[in-house]
């Protein structure tokens, strides 16, 4: 009896050692992600595992390209599936590798598409997907990169809303007001109130002004003839709300990190080099080819019009010649630098938090195992960063456990049920937290001063029977990027200065 079981024991560690759990390396060569916010340098890693690892990489960018282009020079094939990228011209605002930095390097889903056409991420995994599955059949390594997250989760997870968006629909142009819109004629507000009839738990979860959201959730219920959050919750019982069971069990992810006040320094000097590259030519040059046809109301909310700098420069693109060139012109243009700056800092913080909420912090969702590596010092990237990616495959490939551990979950605290106003900001908000956190603003505060000021004065000019007049509202802040309405800035610290406006 008792040699039966010593024997059963060591006949268990025998096969756990020669087939560990992490078995890779099983006929098909795993997939790589690279995550990471805008400017760490994603596009680097990439192409230094794609070069290394036999491998060609799918790039899956949507917003912004990463920081820092490949200093690296290689032969291998390139793939890049950028929702931007795939746009012809406006090289600069979407960064894009020039010939030069190329090197003979093949791209595929590059510079071939019309601005005025949508592309979405349905287009994006229905392309990508046939691209990445031959590289799999052929034993190449494919990298995905980008940091556009829900991008990289098409590809990863399986949806049970498959189809939408496959139709003809997804080439109409962008031009006229009547078709840019899924609803046309229809005010959001109207759209918004149909969506809490026949589906008041999603329309609970999303901003009343998130119009892309709402015609999302609208669509999915005329397709489906299901509510989405049926849908959601139907996802949640497969294997996790937030996409279902994962479409590869072969996955490796690594998280590009930096610490946020360097990441900073290297977007302003990013945009600093953009400006010296000719952006602002490039959007006058791209406004007046296209942008002009569709008017001048500023909606930034599809395809190409989304990239960071379009919105922010609006009012300088419409501006006259002589506007332009005038000192107020100039005071506009200085302004607009800055929230392009600014706007591109607080997109950074979003990818972290998407993150840290979708990847690290979603206990019921299978997530395959994420590597951080610290790329804060640039003159220890090759250390910190490529050496140990390269450690951590070349350990997954050898069937071992990789020396360096994967990042543990996170406990991420969410609360985004529940619409919340506040009237003294017009502020709206998805979720009790989001309102607490613009509650304990500065910006709120800052409100509220005024506001009690324009009280009390009112009160005094009322009883010395003299006209109301306005209190000036000086610069604007700085509007959230198109990506979540719900995340709001966190509250400043008391003695950190925050960037203001120049004058």
């Known amino acids: 009896m008792m040699l039966g079981r010593a024997l059963g024991v060591c006949i268990r560690r025998l096969i756990l050692n020669c087939f560990p759990k992490r078995m890779f390396f099983s006929g098909v060569s795993p997939l790589v992600v690279v995550l990471g916010s805008t400017g760490v340098g994603k596009s680097q890693l990439a192409i230094e595992i794609a070069k290394k690892f036999d491998g060609e990489v799918i790039s899956a960018d949507s917003m912004q390209t990463s920081w820092s282009r490949s200093v690296v020079r290689w032969t291998s094939q390139l793939l890049r599936f950028s929702a931007i990228q ?16 190329m090197c003979g390097v093949r791209h595929h889903m590059f510079d071939f598409l019309d601005p005025l056409k949508e592309f979405t991420v349905v287009d994006f995994r229905n392309r990508a997907l046939p691209i990445l599955e031959e590289l799999r059949r052929c034993g190449k390594m494919a990298v995905v990169v980008g940091g556009t997250n829900y991008y990289i989760e098409s590809l ?21 007001e009547e078709n840019k819109s899924c609803f046309p004629g229809k005010s959001t507000e109207s759209l918004y109130a149909y969506l809490q009839d026949i589906d008041p738990a999603r329309a609970g979860m999303i901003h009343p002004n998130d119009r892309r959201k709402i015609e999302r959730s609208l669509q999915v219920f005329k397709q489906e003839k299901t509510p989405q959050s049926k849908i959601f ?32 320094a290297r977007i302003d000097a990013r945009v600093d080099r953009m400006m010296e590259q000719g952006l602002i030519n490039e959007l006058l040059n791209f406004h007046t080819d296209y942008n002009a046809r569709r008017g001048t109301s500023g909606d930034y909310t599809q395809g190409i019009f989304q990239s960071i700098g379009f919105k922010e420069f609006h009012s300088y693109l419409i501006a006259s010649t002589d506007e332009r060139e005038s000192k107020a012109g100039k005071k506009m243009f ?22 840290n909420k979708r990847f690290l912090g979603e206990p ?62 017009n502020v709206t908000c998805v979720g009790k937290i989001s309102f607490n956190v613009h509650m304990t603003s500065k910006r709120h505060h800052l409100r509220m001063e005024r506001s009690k000021k324009a009280t009390c004065r009112s009160h005094a000019e009322k009883a010395q029977g003299k006209p109301l007049v306005e209190e000036p509202q000086g610069m604007p802040l700085v509007e959230e990027p198109p990506l979540d309405s719900s995340f709001v800035e966190k509250p400043c610290e008391k003695k950190k200065a925050k960037p203001r406006s120049p004058d």
């Open 86 to 101: 795939v746009y012809k011209g406006l090289d600069i605002i979407t960064n894009k590798v020039t010939t030069e930095e």
């Open 156 to 176: 990863l997870w399986e949806t049970l809303v498959t189809s939408y968006g496959d139709g003809p629909k997804r080439n109409e142009k962008l031009v006229t």
């Open 233 to 264: 919750n139907d996802q949640r019982q497969r294997g996790g709300i937030l996409g279902g069971p994962l479409r590869y069990k072969d996955v490796i992810m690594f998280w590009i990190q930096c610490q946020q006040d360097v990441l900073e």
């Open 334 to 355: 200085d302004h607009s630098l800055w929230l392009m700056k600014q706007v591109t800092k607080r997109y950074s913080k979003y990818q972290k938090k998407w993150i």
């Open 364 to 425: 019921d969702r299978e997530v395959p195992p994420i590597y951080g590596l610290d790329a804060t010092n640039l003159e220890e990237w090759n250390e910190n960063v490529r050496d140990t990616a390269f450690k951590i495959l070349d350990d997954l490939l050898a069937g071992r456990e990789p020396r360096v551990k994967a990042l543990e979950k996170i406990d991420v605290v969410r609360s985004r049920e529940g619409i919340f106003t506040c009237d003294v900001c």
